[in-house]
């Protein structure tokens, strides 16, 4: 089992920057593929990048490409998911989720792990 807590959301302008981070602690954190979704008010969860166990492969939705980078540490046990050029349409709470799957996944469903969430709001 794995525990999660997310830090580093907050407000900024349109255009700006955050770095988020997920600090787990449980055994074998290297052994989960890590993910990031997120929850705009009055819409379903979803999701927004996700990395491999030995961070050798990541995979973004199509609206945070080239915008957003997720990135790992698995001696700090640490997840961080870098947003630049960020929009408006970005504002939500951001989860971090562990996924004992072999392969990095896009589904809710195939993450057993979350944590409590951070929110991100992006002014116009």
């Known amino acids: 089992q794995v525990q999660m807590v997310e830090s580093g959301g907050g407000l900024v302008q349109a255009g700006g920057s955050l770095r988020l981070s997920c600090a787990a602690s449980g055994r074998a954190f290297s052994s989960y593929v890590m993910g990031w979704f997120r929850q705009a008010p009055g819409k379903e969860r979803e999701f927004v990048a996700t990395?491999?166990?030995?961070?050798?492969?990541?995979y973004y939705a199509d609206s945070v490409k080239g915008r957003f980078t997720i990135s790992r540490d698995n001696f700090k046990n640490i997840v961080n998911l870098q947003m630049n050029s960020l929009k408006p349409e970005d504002t939500a709470v951001y989860y971090c989720?562990?996924?004992?799957?072999?392969?990095?996944?896009?589904?809710?469903?195939?993450?057993?792990?979350w944590g409590q969430g951070t929110q991100v709001t992006v002014s116009s």
């Open positions: 989720a562990a996924s004992a799957q072999l392969e990095v996944s896009t589904f809710t469903y195939q993450y057993h792990y």
């Open positions: 990395i491999g166990r030995g961070n050798g492969n990541s």
